[in-house]
């Protein structure tokens, strides 16, 4: 994971990203630990699992602190010892693993006329009845609960179903949620057991979101319709969440100093008891294996039956940087929308060059002002064109407008330069950057450039002897094209953990989203920002996640017997990767054609979604066997599995037999790979024929049989792939290609990916 690419993107893009394991109490060598136990091995003495792992726990220290004990997520507890009482608890009886706490950092008027949910399709998706009675819990950092978006008005009775509830707390009382807002939960026994007792005269301890982004997410996913809602102005018009008619349950587990591991266990634990229907992550665990904290409490979602969508990952575009890769959970990345906030930079050599911004306030004067480098007017030689807090001199920039070179919070950045006594700002991307410019809602008269157009205001300012510029502000437009884009920050395959398998699943809306906002800090997160808006507009895969949670939602209201996978499915093998005119969605940091390294199997079309023709479905024992085909152990498959799962000798199991609908070959010598998949029918009996494209004549693909034929609904037919590859081609070359079935009313799409490495 880069941090210098987090560091100078927006202090919005909050997708979670995995720090590190062990944490040290103050002043004690203790740290925090996951222990994984194996139920089935329960001594008879005990009348309780929660009791034996007290008497396992109390067998290595009669101290110890038990934060949790968890049931559904995971079978185990959280706990503090020391490293050498950890050491020692791996030893005893039952003990699977003891895994030190992890750590996580956070990872619309729009979007639903973008994505043609508008009124000419309301037909597809339920108003009422099983549209309202679907449940999308949202792991994230609380709610906002006055907040427009979560309005019950026009809501029946809360679903039988739901077994949840409202935890009070901090500026928090249970009569905050209603017949929209149905669970409101928090989980602080983690964070405090590193940082200590919460401040409450800082932090909210309770369901109450201070930071902005879990209501952000939530509202996303499914807040209500509100009429009006813009930010500061901008993006005017009527917003509403993907599933705008689903109930809502959050569940706070990110705190000001990250998410901590065994909260997230926690969380996911409660949100299954409660019975929800769709589990929104907006946050990145590590990307070392499949027992990493938040895909193990994802796949005990699965087997529940709940679809469970991740954000990919903010650490694009650099190569395999994917996160969330579990084959059990939707992994979803991030593209535009045709909706933009212009700016215009004027230079005084009368050349204009385009910006955006979400400055609202008032303009600089009508009149080109002086203009200065921040490097020539800084007190840091070496890192002075950054405007890093203290670094630049007020005499030289006092009354001019100032360019900055991206390396931080954009907003942080605008208010150093107004406490210096600048008038404007013109912030320009650096080189990882490139041409993506994403929208802040600045302090001071600002915009932000690309990196084309920064360089040659740079050279401009550091040639003239007299350069001078305006900055203006043109608002918001529409049908902005072309659209979608792959944004740049966007996480990017091939899966760092199985390469067999494609990651991302798929791209939804995840930049410059308009969405309900906390009423605790402005719209920049500064401390200095005493603004207070009710929506506010953010980037980052914590923004295409919700999306994607969202038509989850839509699709089990239509299709209440789908399971998680055959959910996915449906939205991968129907996503789109060409424009109207057949041109292939461009990657902006490239400028070039995106590929399913970075888009998956596409952009998200909920329309077709909804009647896909085939799906491909997975079971729990399918996945298990996917872990059997990447050799693990027996331990390794409880921790996940929570069960006594074993692989069978005298099988022979194949990653590349994974029911997934999308194809990933990772050459590794041999010149031909062979592909099993299994479709069911859910469109009407009919036949399908195959259609191959391979971009590169080192590909052959080969499809047997090319025909299948279904006579009724749930039919199953089962084909297989053959891939005949060059395998001399270098190491690191890449080549794409797709397999798509059609009846002449249907297109079921799969995206192929080859990798020689």
């Known amino acids: 994971m880069s941090s210098s690419f987090l560091s100078s993107t927006a202090f919005f893009l909050l997708v979670l990203l995995y720090l590190g394991s062990f944490h040290v109490s103050n002043g004690a060598q203790q740290g925090t630990y996951i222990v994984h136990m194996a139920k089935s091995q329960m001594p008879s003495s005990f009348d309780h699992h ?395 008269p600002a915009t932000t450039v690309g990196k084309k157009a920064g360089d040659i205001i740079r050279h401009y300012i550091l040639t003239d002897p007299n350069p001078t510029a305006s900055i203006v502000i043109k608002g918001t437009v529409v049908n902005v094209q072309p659209s979608p884009v792959l944004a740049a920050f966007s996480s990017r395959g091939p899966n760092p953990i199985t390469p067999n398998i494609l990651k991302p699943d798929l791209i939804a809306p995840g930049v410059n989203i308009l969405a309900a906002w906390t009423g605790a800090q402005g719209p920049s997160g500064l401390e200095s920002d005493t603004r207070r808006v009710e929506f506010n507009i953010i980037s980052g895969t914590s923004m295409s996640c919700p999306h994607v949670s969202g038509l989850a939602a839509l699709l089990k209201s239509v299709h209440p017997e789908w399971s998680p996978a055959a959910i996915r499915s449906a939205l991968m093998t129907t996503a789109y990767n060409t424009y109207k005119d057949g041109k292939p969605i461009i990657d902006i940091a490239t400028l070039k054609p995106s590929t399913p390294f970075g888009h998956g199997a596409g952009h998200v079309s909920p329309t077709t979604a909804v009647n896909p023709g085939l799906i491909y479905d997975l079971t729990t024992e399918d996945y298990l066997g996917f872990l059997c085909a990447m050799n693990y152990n027996s331990s390794q498959i409880r921790i996940i599995s929570r069960g006594n799962y074993a692989c069978d000798p005298s099988k022979t199991y194949s990653v590349a037999d994974l029911n997934y609908p999308s194809f990933a070959v990772n050459v590794d010598g041999s010149d031909t790979y062979k592909y099993k998949r299994t479709v069911t029918n859910v469109g009407g009996a009919g036949s399908y024929s195959v259609k191959v494209t391979s971009e590169t004549t080192a590909v052959k693909i080969s499809v047997e049989p090319a025909v299948l034929n279904f006579k009724e609904v749930n039919e199953k037919k089962s084909y297989s792939v053959t891939f005949t590859v060059d395998s001399s081609k270098p190491s690191g070359s890449d080549s794409f290609g797709s397999i798509e079935w059609s009846d002449g009313k249907h297109v079921v799409a799969s995206p192929v990916a080859i990798s020689w490495i």
Not at 59 to 86: C, D, K, Q, W
Not at 338 to 367: E, Q
């Open 50 to 444: 929660f009791l034996w792992y007290d008497a396992s726990l109390r067998s290595v220290s009669e101290s110890a602190e038990m934060l949790y004990t968890y049931n559904n997520s995971i079978h185990g507890f959280a706990t503090r010892l020391t490293p050498e009482e950890a050491d020692s608890l791996m030893t005893q009886p039952g003990v699977i693993s003891v895994q030190p706490e992890q750590r996580y950092e956070l990872h619309t008027t729009r979007t639903p006329l973008f994505l043609g949910l508008d009124v000419h399709n309301s037909g597809l998706f339920p108003e009422t009845g099983p549209s309202s009675n679907v449940v999308v819990g949202v792991l994230d950092t609380g709610i906002w609960p006055e907040s427009k978006s979560f309005s019950d008005e026009g809501y029946g009775p809360i679903p039988p179903t739901w077994k949840g509830g409202c935890d009070a707390g901090t500026k928090f009382t249970t009569s905050l949620c209603n017949r929209k807002l149905i669970g409101a939960r928090f989980f602080v026994r983690g964070y405090e057991a590193i940082n200590g007792p919460v401040d409450e005269s800082k932090e909210s301890k309770s369901p109450r979101d201070d930071n902005g982004h879990g209501t952000h997410t939530a509202s996303t996913a499914a807040g209500s319709v509100v009429e009006g809602a813009n930010l500061l102005g901008f993006a005017n018009g009527t917003a509403r969440g993907i599933a705008y008619r689903a109930r809502v349950a959050v569940y706070k587990v990110c705190w000001k100093t990250g998410c901590f591991a065994s909260d997230i266990l926690a969380g996911i634990d409660k949100a299954i008891e409660d019975n929800v229907n769709i589990l929104s992550i907006s946050l990145s665990g590590s990307r070392t294996g499949y027992t990493d904290d938040t895909a193990v409490g994802a796949f005990a979602a699965m087997e529940r039956g709940i679809f469970v969508s991740c954000s990919a990952g903010n650490n694009g575009p650099f190569y395999s940087s994917v996160a969330n890769v579990a084959p059990w959970i939707t992994t979803v990345g991030a593209g535009t929308l045709d909706r933009d906030f212009p700016t215009v930079v004027i230079l005084g050599n009368g050349k204009n060059y385009m910006g955006v911004s979400l400055f609202s306030g008032d303009a600089l004067p009508p009149k080109l002002l002086p203009l200065v480098y921040a490097g020539n007017a800084s007190n840091n030689a070496t890192y002075g064109n950054f405007c890093i807090s203290g670094t630049l001199i007020p005499e030289k920039v006092k009354g001019k407008i100032v360019m900055c070179d991206a390396g931080g919070n954009p907003a942080r950045i605008g208010e150093v330069v107004k406490a210096a006594g600048g008038l404007g700002m013109i912030l320009a991307n650096m080189a990882y950057e490139g041409e993506e410019i994403l929208a802040d809602a600045f302090l001071l």
